[in-house]
């Protein structure tokens, strides 16, 4: 049987009175990796933000693991890694060092034995000893990526993982979540980059005017799209971009 890890339901969040989220419904089952789309602005990282407890919705109910993000947040936290779109990392330690001073902080048992695994999955053992200045963008993102790992954590999110990645950086980055959805991982991730949500995610949501107006596996987006505008196997692109242009 497959469970919720996260259930959203009419989560309300305005900044003064702009409102941005004006009541946003989604579960994400265990396991999945579910992809939220939105222009920029859109709401994107104040969801993320909300679900990983760093700022609290106005109304509205959401849990992860079971756990209230607004009641239980301790918990909440205990339950799931957040790496966001700027780089947390010292860039004149290596690799290695970050980790282990994020398992120092953390008190994780066996910490070392710890960062050679995370280091191992994201595919960063044989650059582990060099300084983070010398890495790639590709490769300090990993690390970065690595950095939330490092606690075990049952659910990450992922705002942007590959903003400003060069291709080839992006499908490394791509290879390390494939990885860790394979070991049951929970992945919620915010990306501009449209076709990164067809080859990653199981689930595609898109987030608009404050609310998810589409969502569903790729192809049950285009079955949407087609039912709604006739258009048959349309590309991510071009569904993305009708409900975004539509009312402008
Ligand atoms: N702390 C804040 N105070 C005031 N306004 C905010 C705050 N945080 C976000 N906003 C506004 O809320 C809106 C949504 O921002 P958010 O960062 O969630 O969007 P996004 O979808 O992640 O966008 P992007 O793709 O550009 O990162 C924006 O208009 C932003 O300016």
Do not use: C
């Not at 010398?134 to 954590?153: E, N």
């Not at 999110?157 to 390390?176: C, H, I």
């Not at 049951?184 to 990164?196: D, M, R, S």
């Amino acid at each position: 049987m497959t469970t919720n890890m996260i259930t959203v339901s009419n989560i309300k969040k305005s900044f003064g009175d702009k409102a941005v989220l004006k009541g946003v419904d989604f579960n994400v089952k265990s396991g999945e990796v579910y992809a939220l789309l939105g222009s920029n602005g859109a709401g994107k990282t104040t969801m993320i933000n909300i679900l990983s407890t760093l700022i609290a919705p106005d109304s509205g109910v959401a849990m992860v693991n079971g756990y209230d993000v607004t009641k239980d947040g301790q918990n909440v936290r205990s339950t799931i890694a957040l790496t966001g779109q700027f780089s947390a990392l010292d860039d004149i330690m290596t690799g290695r060092e970050n980790l282990q001073l994020m398992a120092d902080l953390w008190k994780v048992p066996n910490g070392r034995k710890k960062v050679a695994e995370v280091l191992e999955m994201v595919g960063m053992t044989s650059a582990a000893d060099k300084r983070v200045k010398s890495y790639s963008g590709g490769m300090k993102r990993r690390v970065d990526i690595a950095m939330g790992l490092i606690s075990s954590r049952a659910v990450l999110f992922l705002d942007e993982p590959t903003t400003g990645l060069d291709p080839e950086a992006r499908y490394e980055v791509y290879e390390v979540i494939k990885e860790l959805k394979s070991e049951g991982t929970t992945i919620v991730l915010t990306t501009q980059y449209l076709k990164e949500a067809e080859e990653l995610a199981d689930k595609i949501a898109i987030l608009h005017d404050g609310k998810i107006v589409l969502e569903g596996d790729f192809s049950e987006l285009q079955a949407q799209h087609h039912k709604a505008h006739g258009k048959k196997n349309a590309d991510l692109e071009d569904i993305f971009l009708k409900i975004v242009k539509k009312g402008k």
